[in-house]
């Protein structure tokens, strides 16, 4: 056949188009006549084409398979070649998911799966692309498509009558009902975790055994059960050691560090648990994950008051989140950045980060949104533009299973609301929101310390305060908590000023002083400065009162300094009324 005459003739007739003088390479002039002739060829000699590009691509680039994968699984998948999609389209995913290119993976995991399905492939295979899918869907956040798929691999387990299968059904679904997700259902977590660990113990199992004790920690940290936690990590732990399971002793550790350990007011623990399970991470290059722990990590280094190792953290996952593309970590991690630019009074950058992070979380309709949204309302409060803090934080008012979630949103709405002048309606609230957690620590500070403080000095409860701020700094002191210490105090010696204890008061202040000034909180320390020049000038102590004064106005003047012209006179108009 002589190709060369019969391509000049379309070349002439301006239907294609050579692309260059060296190469026999040619495109049409128009997609409609690409169209047009390809609807014209029958079904059967369409297949036989791709078959044949297909095949040919296979013999002529025989180093290059990866490059190609995505190109031979679209003419492999015309030809209705069932393993050469399944070869191909997996090739595709894992490349495509090594780079987070997430809608392109899925869409040939899909057609992995569905090839996979049709050759009745083996299990390992099975469980291993529905897993791979199912994790992009995570990772992009769409969770009901994650579960739907999961419940394949159900479906598939139950026609096969297939316990193994069943099994790694239910490890995955188990993960996502035990974490705070748009699908956390603690109930249906830990039903399926009860019985997936009866099934890997009757199967003797011990991967998905020390995977499902993991999967218990988690459920039993989001539901305030540290001690739970920490018992069925330990768990965990010990069974990945002893099986070298690399990849399960980094997750276990990750989680056992936040919501078991910390949780549980075991600092030193949960440091190296969090420093163990980075490193692992690094070695692993599972980007996600390093992100996680990173913010996690930030997170805990600002609570116990470095800011500055806070920072780094935070940088860092940023950097990775992006990357990634995971609107979980950008969110977390600028909202943390934000929260760190507060505590050194450069309110600007904090509001930037923290509007940007709230913008990021509303995409994600997981917890993040509760974080972010809760820290901003909060900012808000402090220079002085309550209502958008208010309007922000309604978001409260939706049912949160999470403690470490609701306690923190409750008691920031609680505290709006008594801003806004209703403080029944916002007592009424902080009782809802109860702030401890079934054991171990509180995790609302700042939140909880702004509306007990607050609403018990509005309603007369200066002992309530000062026995409430006593707690939380010794608890806070006891668990090595440097930051928040200052801000029990501060309301521990405005509550006993209101009794005329002064000398009292005037300690309490002081240790405020010394906790504020040696994290760098310039966000208390201002206000630590004014209500003492209250308590001196009370003593008629004017000089030392005068003092004071000038430092919290030279506080106050740096911080508007900072922020955007819009909100300036609000703060101040705040800070003059404290």
């Known amino acids: 056949m002589d190709l060369t005459r019969h391509l000049t003739r379309l070349e002439t007739t301006q239907l294609v188009r050579r692309l260059d003088e060296l190469d026999m390479v040619y495109l049409f002039k128009h997609a409609l006549v690409q169209d047009t002739a390809y609807a014209s060829l029958l079904k059967n000699e369409r297949k036989r084409l791709h078959r044949a590009i297909g095949e040919t691509l296979e013999r002529e680039y025989p180093n290059a398979v990866q490059e190609n994968a995505a190109l031979l699984t679209k003419h492999f998948l015309e030809a209705g070649d069932d393993a050469k999609i399944l070869e191909y389209a997996t090739c595709a995913g894992d490349a495509e998911a090594r780079v987070f290119a997430k809608a392109e993976a899925i869409e040939h995991y899909r057609a992995a799966l569905d090839a996979a399905l049709r050759l009745d492939a083996e299990r390992e295979t099975i469980i291993a692309l529905v897993t791979k899918l199912g994790r992009l869907y995570e990772l992009r956040d769409e969770y009901a498509d994650a579960l739907d798929t999961y419940a394949r691999l159900s479906a598939l387990a139950r026609e096969r009558d297939d316990a193994p299968l069943e099994l790694a059904s239910l490890m995955l679904q188990a993960t996502l009902r035990a974490t705070p997700t748009a699908v956390f259902e603690p109930r249906i977590g830990r039903d399926i975790c009860d019985r997936a660990l009866a099934l890997a113990r009757e199967l003797n199992d011990g991967e998905a055994e020390a995977k499902i004790l993991w999967n218990l920690l988690l459920v039993n940290g989001f539901t305030g059960q540290p001690r739970a936690a920490v018992e069925y990590g330990e768990q965990s732990l010990a069974l990945a050691r002893t099986l070298n399971l690399k990849t399960q002793i980094a997750y276990t550790l990750n989680d056992i560090g936040n919501y078991g350990y910390f949780a549980s007011g075991q600092p030193l623990k949960s440091r190296a ?22 913010n996690n990590s930030a997170i805990f280094e600002y609570i116990w008051g470095d800011y500055t190792q806070a920072q780094i953290f935070s940088d860092e996952a940023l950097e990775i989140s992006e990357r990634i593309d995971s609107a979980w970590g950008q969110g977390l991690a600028r909202t943390f950045r934000g929260v760190r630019q507060a505590e050194v009074g450069n309110y600007g950058a904090a509001l930037a980060e923290l509007q940007a992070a709230y913008e990021i979380a509303q995409q994600t ?179 030392r009162a005068d003092e004071l004064e000038t430092h919290a106005r030279v506080l106050i003047d740096s911080i508007a300094a900072t922020l955007p012209a819009g909100y300036r006179a609000g703060f101040l108009q705040r800070a003059d009324s404290v």
């Open 273 to 294: 648990a969090l420093t163990e399970a980075r490193t692992l991470w690094r070695e692993l290059e599972i980007l996600p994950m390093l992100a996680d722990n990173l």
């Open 365 to 543: 309709g997981t917890g993040i949104a509760l974080i972010a949204s809760t820290n901003l309302a909060i900012v808000y409060s402090t220079i002085g533009a309550r209502e958008l803090g208010y309007s922000i934080i309604q978001i409260a008012n939706h049912e949160i299973e999470i403690p470490f979630y609701r306690v923190p949103a409750k008691a920031t709405l609680a505290y709006l609301t008594f801003l806004r002048g209703d403080v029944e309606r916002a007592e009424s609230i902080l009782r809802d929101a109860h702030p401890l957690l079934q054991e171990g620590l509180e995790f609302s500070y700042l939140p909880s310390i702004l509306a007990e403080g607050e609403i018990g000095l509005a309603r007369g409860r200066a002992a309530y305060v000062v026995e409430y701020a006593e707690g939380l700094a010794a608890n806070l002191i006891q668990f090595g908590i440097g930051n928040f210490v200052a801000d029990a105090d501060l309301y521990r010696g405005r509550a006993l000023t209101q009794l005329s204890r002064y000398d009292e008061a005037r300690g309490a202040f002081e240790r405020a002083h010394a906790y504020a000034t040696h994290i760098g909180s310039q966000r208390v320390l201002w206000q630590i400065y004014a209500h003492w020049s209250k308590l001196e000038r009370a003593r008629k102590n004017v000089a």
